[in-house]
Every structure is written in structure tokens, then in C-alpha cells.
């Protein structure tokens, strides 16, 4: 701001990108804000100048003030601006004249090329980054589809040896590489579908299916691996529900899958429930409501808003531990959305997770024979629940078999030398310790160790001496 500029001009668009000049009746420039000094490269002695300095074409000076053919008014008209230095360039602009000062005019304008120049710069920027992410999105397929070739040719190839019954070594063998490749696969088709749902090119199969099946088909995928943990597995599904039902069954199965395989891989002592209701319906569309709870290592507050980021694993502790890579909720969230839904967390760092997701599904109409026929609640139900509290205050009777369970399962995974799992094992004998004397914590520490150290000799006078102090 120049001295010669009135405070009653100062207004906050002293700062716009727009140039905008105030002028009198007699043509005099009274106000010039910084984009109009800079750009016309008058520094600090516009103010004074006629309008005719710089828009010669547009304001002829007069005697008394100035005459032109410009509309005052909304409208938006090309002018030609000169720099003090006589060069020139076109400006869009419009001239105004507030009611209230009859005696001031307002120019507000914008240099085009300068427009031009910026809105190309974007389309350019806009186009290098679609096709940026073309190729990217061909380069993932690409790939992924060249790492399923192999992956599949090895689990056909080991799945054709097991068939032949193979015996010890071998078959332990031949089941790890098929896990192995099963968690490939795994893998791969996470990384492609996020890149499919990055590309804004993933489209939901939508086909009739019964619900109650599907739950069953996402059950046996988890029942094995919960029952080997010792963990409890309870299912419950309103009776609202109707029988058959028309969405995505694939997806809805895969955030299922991927929520429950989160939760046995982060629990190790209790149980993971699963609990389905009916929560809106509005005409023949219905909202399904899928609760997911585990009494797992739980996640922290500050950890939550992670969760549902991209490649985001709470810890790299975690990911080192657990396996993973971090896509899986992100997929989800992506996934539920597509559904019209949304998806939730709740929990507590040490006392477990619950995930909860929305869907709208089509509703086949069988509802009222589903609820004729209805028990108060249907329940699917793995394993007698447990006191979860009992079983982990140490010397209830409830302890005490939870433990000789727990123990016998690990020595049994020694004798095979799964170390992997005898260490899961091993976790969970910990944590049913934690509040023994003393002694027995020391012994629990001292079997740990043997395991770590995948020695055989240790691990047994260790075994031994806990199950003996039980
Ligand atoms: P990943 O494939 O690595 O498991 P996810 O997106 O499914 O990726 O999960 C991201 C992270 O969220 C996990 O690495 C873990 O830290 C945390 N997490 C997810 N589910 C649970 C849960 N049930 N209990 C505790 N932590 C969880």
C-alpha cells in the first residue's frame, strides 16, 4: 500500500490473484491492490495515474473525467492492459459501480494467458496423472495375473502329490508349500483389487443368494484354524433376515473373511462372536448389520485412524509378528461403500475388537415366513461359551483345564516340531499365567524360551515341570 491510497480502500483484497483497481469520476486511479501494482509493474505510483494509462483502448481521457463504450455492470469483457513499460496483454474483466459511490468505479480483471496458461498446465497435469495411473493399473494386472500363473502352476503340482498320499516329512512338506501358495494368492488378489478399486474400474456382481449359506460357507473357512487356537466361535443371525437375498455375495463374503481372519490371527485367548441383524428396510432394499467381536491384543485410540488407510499395519511389531499387508481393511472400507455401507471400529488396547459393517442388500420378500418360523434368535453355535473372566484369573477350575488344554496342544505341536504353532500355543499358556506366583511365571518364561530356541531337550523338563506344578 502506497501513502497516497486511502485507509477506506484497504480491503482484504489488497491480497487477491485478480488485479483490481478503484477509479474515480474524473478517471483518477485511487486504489490499485499488490496483483494489480506487480502485474502492470507500476510498483507504488499507479494510484494518481488516469484509467486511460491502462486501458487505453477501453477509457479515452476527457476534460472533465474520461469516456467509454465498457459495460458497467456483471458483465465480463476482454480489455487490453499496458504495463507502464507499454507492453501489453489481455485481461478479462468487469467494471462496477457501487450504489452506495456513485462517484467510484471498480475494475476487477484477470490476466487470460496467464489463465489459459494455468488451466492448461492442469489439463496437462490432470491427463499425465490418468494415464500415470493407467499404467499403473495395467502394470499391477499385468503382473499379478504373471505371479497367479506360476503360483498356481507349484499348488496344482503339490496338490497332485498330496493326492498320492505322501507320507511324513514329505506331507508336512507338500502342506506348507500349499499354504504358502494359498496365502500368495492371497495376496495377489488383494493387490489387485485395490488397484481395481483405485482405478475407479471395480464393479459389484449383484445376483440372488441364500443368506444363511453363505454364512455357513464363511464359517467352515475360519472353524479349522479357531478350533486349533482353542478359541470360541459363536454365530447369530436375526430371524428378520430373509432366507434369500440379492447383493454381492463374493464381497460380502471376502470383508466377512477378512474381519474374522483379523480377529483369530489377533486373539489368542476367548472367543471371536459374529452377529448379523436386519437394521433398515426401505421398499424391497434392506440394511444388513454384521458385528464382529474378538477378545484379541485390541488396538490403541491414536492406532484407530490408521486402520483404514492403505499399506497402514498399526505397527511395524505387528506386521513382523502377524504377517500382512495392510490392504485388507482399506479393501473393506472400499468394499462396504460400493454396498452403500459403512464400516466402524471399537476397541480396547488388551481387551479386544469389534468391527462393524453395514451393507443394503435386495430383499427376496420371505421375511415374514423367516420370522413364522422364527425362535426368538437363530444361533450357531461352535463351542460352549466360556467365562472368558474365569478362565483367565489364574487357579479357577476354568484356568486350570484351559491350560492343561492349551499345554497339551503345544507338546503336541513339539513332537511334530511346529515350532511356529507351538509358540501360539506357548502365547496363550502366557497370558493364562499372568497373574501366577512367581515360580510358575518363571517356569511359563523358561519354556517360552526353550520353544524360541526350537530346542526339544528344554522344552520338555520344562513341559514337564509346569504340568506338574498345575
Ligand atoms: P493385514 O492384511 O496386514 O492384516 P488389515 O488392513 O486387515 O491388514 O489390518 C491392518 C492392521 O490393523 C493389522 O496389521 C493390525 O495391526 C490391525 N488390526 C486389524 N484387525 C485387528 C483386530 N481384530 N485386532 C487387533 N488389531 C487388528
Redesign the pocket.
Known sequence: MTMEQSEEYIFPVEHSLEMILAFDRSGIIVYANTAARNKLKFDDDLCGRHIHAVFPNEFKETEDGFETEVTVGDAVQEFVAYRKNLTCFPVEAKVLNDGARPDLYICMANDVLEKKILGREIEKVKTEAQQAMKVKSEFVANVTHELRTPVNGVLGNVRELLAEHPEGKTEKSLRLIERCCDDMNKIIN?ILDFSKLEAGKFTLETRKFNFRNMLDYVKGNHINKLTEKGLGFFMTVSPQIPEYVIGDELRIVQVLN??L???Q???SLGRITVEVLKTAQVNDRIELFFIVS?T????SET?KDK??QSF????AS??RK???????????KQLVELMDGRIE?E?EKNK??T?SFSVWVGSCGDEAAAVLAAQPEESMEEEAGEDFTAVRMYGTPENIDSLKRNLSKLILCVEMENWEKAEMFMETIRQLTEDAPHEIKRIALRLKMAIQKSDYEKVTVQFKELSDSL
Do not use: R
Not at 497402514?312 to 505397527?315: A, E, H, K, L, P
Not at 502377524?322 to 481393511?329: I, S
Open positions: 488383494n477378512n474381519l481372519s483379523n480377529a490371527k489377533f486373539t474378538d484379541g491384543i485390541g488396538i492406532d486402520l483404514f497402514s499395519q498399526v505397527d505387528i506386521s502377524y504377517g500382512g499387508t495392510g490392504l485388507g481393511l482399506n479393501i473393506c471400529v476397541s479386544g475388537s468391527f
